[in-house]
């Protein structure tokens, strides 16, 4: 019997994770007021399943950036432990970023709209993807690979503003100026 239940289990994590992703798409496409329809179609999953899993929108748009949180967050130790330079590390980390960043297309209307569901987000990136890019900073500023006086919150800050797209400035632009950036603090040898 417990086997069943691990089973179980192990299915209701698949199309938890199958859900999140398909609407992470979908609010890239759409922004976050899309059809639930169109995130259970790209899904594989009835209307139905997501209402189950996330009662409300709210439910859906922040369990979505929760979870793209968390994994941006764990990216910084294993970028840093598998890549050849911290500066490399932080630099991948910043191409997340901004992968990040595009799929919160409307999530700014989101945010001033008076949900109550929504109103945790904004400190949750900031209490977890703060202190991860800090981790990736104080590792190229030990290498001797950083500027001096590169806060991670101003470099988010600075990314951010880099990553609001328009007709005439894409994501491919937005990666392009973000790694400019990123080479202007480079430390000079």
Same mark, same amino acid.
């Given at each position: 019997m417990p086997e069943s239940v691990g089973v179980r289990q192990a299915q209701a994590q698949r199309t938890r994770g199958a859900v999140l992703a398909a609407a992470a798409a979908v609010f890239v496409d759409q922004g976050i007021q899309a059809p639930i329809r169109d995130i259970a179609e790209r899904a594989g999953v009835g209307v139905g399943t997501i209402y189950r899993n996330f009662p409300t929108r709210a439910d859906l748009v922040t369990a979505v950036y929760r979870h793209q949180i968390d994994t941006c967050t764990a990216l910084a130790p294993q970028l840093l432990a598998e890549s050849a330079s911290p500066f490399t590390a932080l630099t991948c980390w910043a191409d997340a970023f901004v992968e990040f960043l595009v799929t919160k297309h409307g999530l700014g209307a989101a945010l001033g709209s008076g949900d109550p569901g929504l109103e945790n987000l904004h400190a949750l990136m900031l209490?977890? $993807?703060?202190? +991860?890019? !800090?981790? $990736? #900073?104080? +590792?190229? *500023? !030990? *290498? %001797?690979? #950083?500027?001096? %006086?590169?806060?991670?919150?101003? $470099?988010?800050? *600075?990314? %951010?503003? $880099?990553?609001?797209? %328009?007709?005439?400035?894409?994501? *491919?632009?937005?990666?392009?100026m973000v790694a400019t950036l990123l080479a202007g603090c480079r430390r000079k040898a």
């Open positions: 209490d977890t $993807l703060v202190p +991860a890019c !800090a981790t $990736l #900073l104080d +590792a190229c *500023a !030990a *290498a %001797g690979e #950083l500027s001096p %006086g590169i806060t991670a919150y101003t $470099l988010m800050r *600075a990314i %951010g503003n $880099l990553c609001i797209t %328009g007709p005439d400035y894409d994501q *491919a632009d937005a990666k392009h």
